[in-house]
């Protein structure tokens, strides 16, 4: 079993539609990061969390520290934000990185 | 304000060439990371640095080296590339602060590395 789980590892939207991505980990943590990274190109930080909720324009992250999951929201989505995003776990001085989710989201 | 930077984001090399990969963080960070990334399979540990002089491995560290001779600059050696070395490369950096549980990671571009 893979110490940082995403689900789901595919997801197609219609524009406008509300998203979430979930990420849970078995490994303990100090702190949890949501990735993107578009089709050719770098990864990108979106956030870095080690509790409680960030919010970023439409993206908004949350931590459960206790249940070891995090949800990654993409509110009002739009064609732009398609991308893989990937969760990211610190780990004993380690990033551990989950397998993605690929994310289509159609005009 | 760029904190990781690597130093190609494409590169093109032949079959049996020494390849460096450099990766340069400006935020004095104690650790630092390569991995590779390929479809279906995520993004896995080559090598890291926990400080100067310092190198562990990761979990597909054959075929690869590292050097660490200054804090800020951690580079990826392919002593004798092969096909199957064609991937992207990113590096990371982070640190931790003690009673803070805190701890800052960042990334890199990425370097997509096509071995022909």
């Known amino acids: 079993k893979n110490e940082v789980e995403q689900s789901p590892q595919n997801l197609t939207a219609q524009e406008g539609e509300f998203i979430t991505i979930n990420c849970s980990y078995s490994?303990?943590?100090?702190?949890l990061h949501w990735l993107q990274q578009h089709p050719g190109g770098g990864i990108v930080s979106l956030f870095m969390?080690?509790?409680g909720k960030k919010k970023h324009g439409r993206l908004i992250a949350t931590i459960n520290i206790q249940e070891k999951h995090s949800s990654l929201h993409i509110t009002a989505s739009h064609p732009r934000d398609s991308a893989v995003y990937i969760c990211?776990?610190?780990?004993?001085?380690?990033?551990?990185f989950g397998a993605g989710t690929i994310l289509r989201v159609k005009s | 304000d760029v904190k990781v930077t690597q130093s190609s984001r494409y590169l093109v090399k032949r079959t049996g060439e020494k390849v460096f990969l450099e990766c340069v963080q400006d935020?004095?960070?104690?650790?630092m990371f390569w991995y590779r990334q390929d479809p279906g399979l995520g993004l896995r540990l080559i090598y890291f640095s926990y400080d100067v002089k310092m190198k562990e491995k990761g979990d597909i560290p054959e075929g690869y080296s590292v050097s660490r001779e200054k804090k800020e600059r951690f580079s990826l050696i392919l002593e004798s590339a092969s096909t199957n070395q064609t991937s992207m490369y990113l590096c990371?950096?982070?640190?931790?602060?003690?009673?803070?549980?805190?701890?800052?990671?960042?990334f890199g571009q990425g370097t997509r590395l096509t071995v022909v």
């Open positions: 969390l080690s509790s």
């Open positions: 990211a776990v610190n780990h004993i001085n380690k990033l551990v």
């Open positions: 490994v303990g943590i100090s702190a």
């Open positions: 990371a950096s982070t640190t931790y602060r003690q009673g803070l549980m805190n701890t800052e990671a960042f």
């Open positions: 935020m004095d960070h104690e650790n």
